[in-house]
């Protein structure tokens, strides 16, 4: 169950026959820059993917899969399951030289999957749609209470002593800005992080 889900693109690229792998992952290892990276799932992941050959060394990838995903609670850093289910389509070219598989961004914005090994290893790319879908952040309880600010006390477990209230609003301004944000304040677009939006 934990073996990388890997499909055999060999006979559609000899004979343009559709390719097809289908199973379940514990766990995606995977390498992002150079390091290995794993990502792990708390109950199987099943996931179905088809490839179809197009023109030339391109093929269209469909799919679904169904991870399950570990985060912390925005406030209050308890686990919290979050269920996914991903829809794949995403074009493929095949490039002899490419030593791993990786996505490119195509000029009309859409992403390409480019490998050079036929029996290609989806690890990668699984666990990159995976992360994209996964939201930013999530709170284990709408009514989550969060943590005392002084002493780290769980708020949901009861009152501490320093109950001079922190605001919620203040707490979620700590919480949740993302890592590396001085990035998001270079673009154009930051401020409408700013807009109202409902909540999914
Ligand atoms: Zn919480
Ligand atoms: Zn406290």
């Known amino acids: 169950m934990s073996d990388s889900p890997l499909i055999h693109l060999g006979s559609l690229m000899r004979s343009s026959e559709d390719a097809h792998a289908e199973g379940q992952l514990d766990r995606l290892n995977y390498e992002q820059g150079g390091q290995p990276q794993t990502l792990t799932f708390p109950e199987p992941a099943p996931y179905e993917i088809s490839v179809n050959p197009l023109s030339g060394n391109e093929m269209y990838l469909q799919g679904s899969f ?37 996505l490119e961004e195509a000029e009309t914005g859409e992403e390409v999957l480019v490998f050079g090994d036929p029996t290609l290893d989806l690890s990668g790319y699984l666990a990159e749609m995976t992360l994209m879908a996964a939201p930013l952040s999530v709170l284990h309880d709408p009514e989550c209470k969060g943590l005392c600010q002084v002493c780290g006390h769980d708020l949901n477990d009861g009152p501490c002593e320093h109950m001079a209230a ?30 109202n939006l409902p909540e999914e």
């Open 66 to 102: 169904e991870p399950t995903v570990m985060m912390d609670c925005a406030r209050c850093l308890r686990d919290v399951e979050v269920p996914l289910s991903l829809t794949l389509g995403t074009l493929m070219r095949y490039e002899p030289s490419a030593d791993a598989p990786y």
């Open 166 to 195: 922190v605001p919620v609003e203040e707490i979620d301004d700590d919480l949740g800005v993302p890592h590396g944000s001085g990035h998001a304040k270079q673009n154009p677009f930051a401020g409408l992080r700013d807009l």
